[in-house]
T-cell receptor, first 117, second 115 residues
Framework: DTGVSQDPRHKITKRGQNVTFRCDPI?????LYWYRQTLGQGPEFLTY????????KSRLLSDRFSAERPKGSFSTLEIQRTEQGDSAMYLC???????????????FGPGTRLTVL | AQSVAQPEDQVNVAEGNPLTVKCTYS??????LFWYVQYPNRGLQFLLK??????LVKGSYGFEAEFNKSQTSFHLKKPSALVSDSALYFC?????????????FGQGTTLQVKP
């Protein structure tokens, strides 16, 4: 399977614990995005990487959240001191960057469902 | 504020009938518009996009969408619905001169196609 993969698919943790999620994008894609989706809502943008550079972060991304893409390939999203409000589906997507008046579509992974007890 | 709205939580159609799933947007500048579909326990799948050019865009599985700049809409359509089209559909927009590609999603519309 050459699509976007995410690990783990499910994570249950207790409030106050740290969690880390991994995303492996499609290999030739230089752009990588993280989104959060809660029940009954559309995904909300969290952060964006072009290669290894984190170029944009949403105000939704509090200082408890950190994301990395150290070699411009896989990415990790860490949540420190989890809260019950962090319970959501965390989605990763990748795309091939373009220039000019064009935009390639994003390919989404299956998501990591986080439950904070 | 930038936003995408899908005014219907659910759309019900009979198999074989035409379907429309509505989407309106409010973004600055020229928008890039997308439709994605989400099946249970599966990731979002790309259906089609509007970047520029012809207002009628054709996509996967027989779906199409019409960009209407004056009404700021991008409705998804299909001439003849299939039961297998039943899923959750999301409209999304990207915007801005920096072309980062970050997407703003609508809240989703559940399409139910009955035999």
């Amino acid at each position: 399977d050459t699509g976007v993969s995410q690990d783990p698919r499910h994570k249950i943790t207790k409030r106050g614990q740290n969690v880390t999620f991994r995303c492996d994008p499609i290999s030739e894609h230089n752009r990588l995005y993280w989104y959060r989706q809660t029940l009954g809502q559309g995904p909300e943008f969290l952060t964006y990487f072009q290669n290894e550079a984190q170029l944009e972060k949403s105000r939704l991304l509090s200082d408890r959240f950190s994301a990395e893409r150290p070699k411009g390939s896989f990415s990790t999203l860490e949540i420190q001191r989890t809260e019950q409000g962090d319970s959501a589906m965390y989605l990763c997507a990748s795309s091939l960057g373009t220039s000019g008046r064009s935009l390639n579509e994003q390919f989404f992974g299956p998501g990591t469902r986080l439950t904070v007890l | 504020a930038q936003s995408v709205a899908q005014p219907e939580d659910q759309v019900n159609v009979a198999e074989g009938n035409p379907l429309t799933v509505k989407c309106t947007y409010s973004v600055s500048g020229n928008p890039y518009l997308f439709w994605y579909v989400q099946y249970p326990n599966r990731g979002l799948q790309f259906l089609l996009k509007y970047i520029t050019g012809d207002n009628l865009v054709k996509g996967s599985y027989g779906f199409e969408a019409e960009f209407n700049k004056s009404q700021t809409s991008f409705h998804l359509k299909k001439p003849s619905a299939l039961v297998s089209d039943s899923a959750l559909y999301f409209c999304a927009a990207s915007y801005g001169s920096s072309n980062t590609g970050k997407l703003i999603f609508g809240q989703g519309t559940t399409l139910q196609v009955k035999p």
